[in-house]
């Protein structure tokens, strides 16, 4: 098991990503946007394979995103199967489950559930 990526909600989507980039040398992948949701994201690629997936979502429709502040972690588990038994062992446990597991329009297989904190954990492949 291994950190998928760190997900930060950001106010300038490209201009975040050009900072990234230029002071970190990040690799940005192409821009990923749910028109229905107002959302869009960049994941950028460090050098070491490290990833963080910056976010914005239009203000109107944002939901609890909360601007500037860890979003989430993505644990990468391995297969779906794996996320579906992580669902079960965190629902088992009185934890909640927020979304799916479901498969993303990005093509992820995930879900996202809560730590004891309220923190979200995104269980991918």
């Known amino acids: 098991m291994h950190i998928e990526h760190v997900g930060l909600w950001v106010h300038d989507l490209e201009a975040m990503k050009a900072f990234y980039q230029t002071m970190f040398q990040a690799t940005a992948g192409e821009l990923y946007e749910n028109h229905k949701k107002g959302f869009q994201s960049y994941f950028l690629t460090f050098a070491d394979g490290a990833r963080l ?6 203000s109107e429709l944002a939901g609890l995103a909360t601007r500037g502040q860890f979003a989430h972690l993505a644990m990468a588990v391995g297969s779906e199967t794996a996320v579906d038994q992580l669902v079960a062992k965190f629902q088992a446990q009185g934890l909640p489950l927020l979304n799916g597991p479901r498969v993303t329009g990005d093509g992820y297989y995930e879900a996202v559930v809560q730590d004891p904190e309220q923190n979200l954990i995104e269980l991918t492949v």
């Open 53 to 58: 997936e910056i976010m914005h979502q239009d």
